[in-house]
């Protein structure tokens, strides 16, 4: 059953279309009958979501492309256009973190540090950031014409709740994903006459692949950082990939959100809102 019937046809592009998170969103809206093409860097890991979409009775098409690298891009735009002929949605999932650019412990002069403050590496902190933003704008611009040719085009891009207040460790990636708030903010504004509408999902805290070894010990159990998270996550658990599924669907049918542009929407246990007092 198609529950956003409004869905059906159209065609979504997703970066980092393999991760858990964007996987999943990737699965939601084939189901309700929106043609998927997955870009990634590695063709085979797209390959793999895209045959479990396939399976299921979905369309999608998988891509390798650089979202850092403009004709890459600009060559799987224009394969996405001869399969699908438009593009209605855009994903930009593809981000990720450096250990160049993360601190051993949390704050200043804790204990001894293999990586403070002052070692971290400049390239591998622009590179976090490039990654995260850059990535972001470039994919926005080399599909944005594409998508202005939609009755009703969507970008979503994907934050953090570092984005509002700085996770310790990771600096670049935390001012990365502040960036993408304003980014939002900015597009919205820049293409709301022209019809587009930018939005973006804040997810708390979820396991991935990437911080799977952060966050749980070999034997499955929870790290001290967990710990911490759980502490102030209301709700007292991690999020899961389907967590954002209902998100998702609001903000990119514009029967539900046809007047919402240019916000950002946690999706945390209420890890925001809670002061820890």
Wanted: with cysteine; glycine share 10%; proline share 3%.
């Amino acid at each position: 059953m198609y529950t956003h019937e409004n869905l059906r046809g159209r065609a979504a592009v997703i970066t980092g279309g393999s991760g858990v998170l964007c996987s999943a969103m990737a699965k939601e809206l084939a189901k309700q009958g929106v043609r998927i093409a997955l870009i990634n860097r590695t063709l085979e890991k797209g390959q793999i979501i895209v045959d479990e979409i396939r399976a299921l009775g979905g369309e999608a098409v998988a891509y390798s492309a650089d979202v850092l690298d403009r004709p890459s891009l600009e060559q799987v735009r224009d394969q996405i256009i001869a399969s699908f002929g438009q593009v209605d949605i855009l994903i930009t999932g593809a981000g990720g973190n450096q250990p160049g650019a993360t601190t051993t412990n949390e704050v200043f002069g804790e204990g001894d540090a293999s990586q403070t403050f002052f070692d971290m590496d400049a390239q591998a902190f622009s590179k976090v950031f490039d990654l995260n933003f850059t990535g972001t704008f470039l994919t926005s611009q080399v599909f944005g014409k594409e998508l202005l040719k939609s009755k009703n085009p969507v970008i979503l891009n994907i934050s953090s709740m570092s984005a509002y207040s700085p996770m310790t460790k990771v600096p670049a990636y935390s001012a990365a994903k502040a960036s993408i708030n304003n980014f939002t903010m900015w597009m919205a504004v820049h293409f709301a006459e022209a019809g587009l509408r930018v939005n973006a999902l804040a997810p708390g805290f979820f396991l991935t692949e990437q911080n799977r070894k952060l966050l749980t010990n070999e034997d499955g159990s929870l790290t001290d950082r967990s710990h911490k998270i759980m502490t102030h996550t209301p709700m007292r658990r991690f999020g899961k990939p389907e967590d954002l599924l209902g998100t998702m669907l609001w903000l990119v049918d514009e029967r539900y959100s046809g007047f919402v542009t240019g916000v950002t929407v946690p999706v945390d246990g209420g890890f925001m809102a809670y002061s820890g007092v």
